[in-house]
């Protein structure tokens, strides 16, 4: 198994053998970065600590097309013949319609130039932290809509967690914990409320003041994995094929923002009914 990452840091600073081909950089321990905020390196570290392979691939933020060239370029260094997209949060779920799609460029990048490496065999897409995402306008009630539509199209998989008291938990609330305080001026929103509801926390849960201004719900749901296929996913999905010559990832926001201005009408927020 490998990690790699679409990246929210700042790469290009980074020394030359740091690039094993074009927007992929392979993210070791010892990797040097005057950025503080480096979460892949975090991991690295992290990984080192628990005795685990210890490399983390980070990806340029870039469009489509140089996006998959550089999964292709992973697929043929290490072998690779099933990819798991993972989603913090549930707004890659969105097909596009809906009156809020959180933050989808970076999501919808990546499903885009997975969804064209039809040479891979298995390709999957997996969602975390069920509700974390109506801190960027998502409603949920359309998310199991959507997962009810994969599911009658045959592409959804299933749901499973992982339990507190499990190895796997244990190390996950310790690899956040890590995390944290490896960049406590910048703790990630998501795990930070995964890893309270996997505590068995409830409601407005407070562990940054980035959501000093917004009224988070954390609850158990938080921490299920839902899972798709990539097929399944990029078939339903409405504005796919538009980010296809994308070469940045300000051409990805923009291509959904003119898809989004040319829709006559919008599928409205609908309350959980009980």
């Not at 505590?199 to 562990?207: L, T």
């Not at 599928?267 to 009980?274: G, I, L, N, T």
Request: hydrophobic content about 45%.
């Amino acid at each position: 198994m490998h990690l790699a990452n679409l990246s929210f840091s700042h790469l290009y600073g980074l020394d030359a053998e740091v690039w094993q081909a074009p927007e992929l950089a392979r993210i070791t321990p010892d990797t040097r970065s005057a950025e503080r905020y480096f979460p892949e390196r975090t991991l690295a570290r992290w990984l080192k600590v628990h005795q685990m392979p210890d490399t983390v691939w980070a990806f340029g933020s870039t469009g489509v097309r140089p996006l998959r060239a550089a999964y292709r370029a992973l697929v043929a260094r290490l072998g690779i013949d099933a990819i798991l997209l993972v989603d913090g949060g549930t707004d890659i779920l969105m097909r596009g319609d809906e009156t809020g799609l959180g933050t989808p460029e970076e999501d919808m990048a990546s499903l885009a130039a997975v969804a064209g490496l039809t040479e891979v065999p298995e390709r999957l897409v997996t969602c975390l932290g069920f509700g974390v995402d109506a801190y960027h306008g998502v409603n949920h009630s359309l998310v199991l809509e959507n997962l009810a539509a994969l599911d009658a199209a045959g592409g959804y998989l299933g749901a499973f967690s992982l339990p507190r008291d499990s190895r796997e938990g244990a190390l996950y609330l310790d690899a956040v914990a890590h995390a944290r305080d490896a960049c406590p001026e910048h703790p990630s929103i998501v795990h930070g409320s995964v890893a309270a509801a996997l505590q068995g926390r409830f409601g407005d849960v407070r562990f940054t003041a980035r959501t000093g201004n917004s009224e988070l719900f954390v609850n158990p749901l938080m921490t299920l994995y839902f899972t798709v296929t990539v097929e399944a996913l990029a078939g339903r999905n409405l504005y796919l094929d538009k980010l296809e010559r994308t070469q940045l990832m300000r051409q990805v926001a923009t291509a959904i923002e003119e898809f989004r201005d040319g829709l006559a009408v919008q599928r409205p927020p609908r309350m959980f009914p009980h």
